[in-house]
């Protein structure tokens, strides 16, 4: 085997294999390290491809028993079978799994398969399933070893009872009670899946309010709908302690106040309190690469370490812990190691959490424009007043548009309502063109559409939308 690259990548996942793949088009020789079994990493193996498998699928099972006869399409008998679903979600990260090898092949990348640490500047040890050490030499090294569950002090998670996000995406039967413990992106998805399939769904926040950092509109929106469907939330609580008894936990918590405190029993708790870098193993400390407080390994604006050969990428880094995140940092990297002007616009990075109805988000809120005492205005518009939310019987949720005062260049947009996650790339491409509301005012929007309400939004900026 070929012991010696241009660029060995440590980490097959969004970040990693799209850096490979851009490196081999541009002439590198490359090589890409990874422990898993299949490449992917966390996103498509254990997180957002089989998670929307699971959030689709289950949105189909709940249309199927609860809408479809008030809709004129008479159903009976409606079962749900959790293994076949399960099976489901498995074959499609199967698949698309073998597409990134396959993708390996097409474009001639090395696939390493073991752990791989950094033992110089120049080399990369991987050690095999075997435990066997090979050494590989090579001019420039990518970490993109993503990211790993973060719990809460105390809290053992055995991804049996008490799981991360792993294991809720495993479960072999229906949890009578679901306590998760965060009401970020992927407590609430998680908690969207089960609560459709039968689950009793209970959401412990430590904040006042849900999903963290979004705009307040879209916060207060989206409690609200998720509520209505059912979830339970305990919001300014802290869990002190949660343990096992006869195969079910024991869930303590308090306000933050510590006035009122609770116990609950449950079947399984899913602790989703956030992600932390994964960089253990790979010799860092000991060859010199600083990380942060937060454990994130300090690169400069060219994505370098210390070592200029020596390059980090993705939920090693700082920023949102995004696959499309890692993704445009693998390119840019990519680039830039070819000589070529390699960028990252992290100001036009949307954000999408995939319940019912979804959470679309891209640049600034209200709340940062206001602290950095920027002068904005805003334009809102329901899909309520959307034709085909309306024909859809999708009508939860809005569209707004934040844009300058001064310029009308578009500073932020926020949406939640079906199909928002995909809605929300046209405001992205918009705000990377540095487009003003009027720009997206006088496009002409396909009728009936969704995203008419995103024209209608950006009229609202200056009070004159057409059909609200």
């Not at 793949?21 to 498509?44: D, H, N, P, W, Y």
């Amino acid at each position: 085997m070929q012991k010696s690259f241009d660029v060995i990548v440590i980490g097959g996942g969004p970040g990693g294999y799209v850096c490979a793949i851009r490196l081999a088009q541009l002439g590198f020789k490359t090589a890409c390290v990874e422990s898993r079994e299949t490449l992917g990493g966390t996103c498509l193996n254990v997180g957002c491809i089989p998670s929307k498998s699971l959030l689709n699928l289950s949105e189909n099972y709940h249309k199927a028993q609860k809408e479809f006869n008030n809709l004129g399409i008479e159903a009976s008998n409606i079962k749900l079978n959790l293994s076949k679903m399960m099976e489901n979600k498995n074959k499609s990260v199967l698949m698309l799994t073998k597409g990134v090898e396959y993708l390996f092949k097409k474009n001639k990348i090395t696939y390493l398969k073991g752990n791989g640490s950094i033992t110089s500047q120049n080399t990369v040890t991987v050690v095999d399933e075997s435990k066997k050490k090979l050494n590989y030499q090579t001019r420039n090294i990518v970490i993109s070893t993503g990211s790993i569950p973060a719990s809460l002090p105390g809290i053992k998670i055995d991804e049996k009872i008490i799981v991360s996000s792993t294991g809720a995406l495993s479960f072999n039967k229906v949890p009578k009670e679901l306590i998760i413990i965060g009401g970020g992106y992927i407590g609430l998805e998680m908690g969207s899946v089960w609560k459709r399939l039968g689950s009793n769904v209970t959401v412990i926040e430590f904040l006042d309010h849900i999903i963290p950092g979004m705009d307040s509109d879209i916060s207060t929106e989206f409690l609200k709908i998720l509520k209505k469907q059912g979830i339970n939330f305990k919001l300014n609580s802290k869990v002190t302690a949660v343990s096992v008894a006869k195969d079910q936990a024991v869930v303590d918590f308090a306000d933050k106040e510590k006035t009122i405190r609770t116990r609950l029993h449950t079947d399984k708790v899913l602790v989703a309190v956030g992600r932390k870098p994964n960089t253990e193993g790979l010799n860092l400390t000991k060859i010199g690469v600083k990380k942060d407080i937060q454990g994130r390994i300090m690169v400069n604006k060219k994505f370098q370490t210390k070592f200029e050969n020596i390059y980090a990428i993705g939920d090693v880094i700082p920023g949102p812990m995004l696959a499309h995140k890692a993704e445009y940092e693998g390119i840019a990297v990519a680039e830039i190691i070819a000589g070529q002007a390699g960028h990252v616009n992290y100001e036009v990075i949307p954000a999408v959490i995939y319940t019912n109805p979804e959470v679309a988000t891209v640049g600034k809120t209200e709340e940062e424009l206001t602290k950095e005492k920027i002068e904005y205005k805003v334009g809102k518009f329901p899909f309520l007043a959307n034709s085909r939310a309306k024909i859809n019987n999708e009508t939860e949720g809005f569209v707004k548009i934040i844009a300058s005062k001064k310029t009308d260049k578009i500073l932020g947009a926020h949406m939640i309502g079906s199909h928002v996650g995909t809605m929300i790339a046209e405001m992205a491409l918009a705000m990377e063109f540095s487009a003003s509301s009027e720009d997206v005012a006088r496009t002409c929007h396909a009728h009936p559409t969704h995203t008419e309400a995103v024209k209608e939004a950006a009229l609202a900026v200056d009070k004159r939308p057409i059909h609200y």
